[in-house]
T-cell receptor, first 114, second 111 residues
Framework: DAGVTQSPTHLIKTRGQQVTLRCSPKSGHDTVSWYQQALGQGPQFIFQYYEEEERQRGNFPDRFSGHQFPNYSSELNVNALLLGDSALYLC?????????????FGDGTRLSIL | KQEVTQIPAALSVPEGENLVLNCSFT??????LQWFRQDPGKGLTSLLL?????REQTSGRLNASLDKSSGRSTLYIAASQPGDSATYLC??????????FGGGTRLMVKP
């Protein structure tokens, strides 16, 4: 039974570019949450998707957007990349009928902005 | 707004020691509190989840306690081993959706 899978593992972009990160949830999970973890810090909640809609959002600008597909997989899009967007982006999946706890995390995508 | 703090930020101990990691949170109206382990460059592995109605949870050499009234949780690791070296994160769940994380404690267990 595959857990949460994220792609790509690493990504290098330059300022001003756009990036798309992908996440496949654990089998049986219907909710996907995205977190940003800067070096040496704890993860920060970006947003959560359920039934293909954004259900809750953290304190992130509109440059961060997402999508959830009918198969529950999800994408995180970041436009107009800034140096400060360099971080590990973590995807977590869960089940709505268990109150979205516990959340299961993938290994993340390491995004570096030059 | 929930804020979570972890002390100490880093800890180095010799193998075999028992140790305690601390986590404090400002909003006591939590659904649960979760402890995670993170190895360098990796994602998060859930260690223990304590529901708001519980006082503690145990798994092997790990024991986590929760005191909602004081806004504190502790993770106790017994007989530490070099393989326990990692960053330990606690996260509070207030709304059933988003987790609020502390900054983590980086643990080094020396052989």
């Amino acid at each position: 039974d595959a857990g949460v899978t994220q792609s790509p593992t690493h990504l290098i972009k330059t300022r001003g570019q756009q990036v798309t990160l992908r996440c496949s949830p654990k089998s049986g999970h219907d909710t996907v949450s995205w977190y940003q973890q800067a070096l040496g810090q704890g993860p920060q909640f970006i947003f959560q998707y359920y039934e293909e809609e954004e259900r809750q959002r953290g304190n992130f600008p509109d440059r961060f957007s997402g999508h959830q597909f009918p198969n529950y997989s999800s994408e995180l899009n970041v436009n107009a990349l800034l140096l400060g967007d360099s971080a590990l982006y973590l995807c977590a999946s869960s089940r709505q009928d268990t109150g979205n706890q516990p959340q299961h995390f993938g290994d993340g995508t390491r995004l570096s902005i030059l | 707004k929930q804020e979570v703090t972890q002390i100490p930020a880093a800890l180095s101990v010799p193998e075999g020691e028992n140790l305690v990691l601390n986590c404090s949170f400002t909003d006591s109206a939590i659904y649960n509190l979760q402890w995670f382990r993170q190895d360098p460059g990796k994602g998060l592995t859930s260690l223990l989840l304590i529901q708001s109605s519980q006082r503690e949870q145990t798994s092997g050499r790990l024991n986590a306690s929760l005191d909602k009234s004081s806004g504190r949780s502790t993770l106790y690791i017994a007989a530490s081993q070099p393989g326990d070296s990692a960053t330990y994160l606690c996260a509070a769940n207030n709304a059933g959706n988003m987790l609020t994380f502390g900054g983590g404690t980086r643990l080094m267990v020396k052989p």
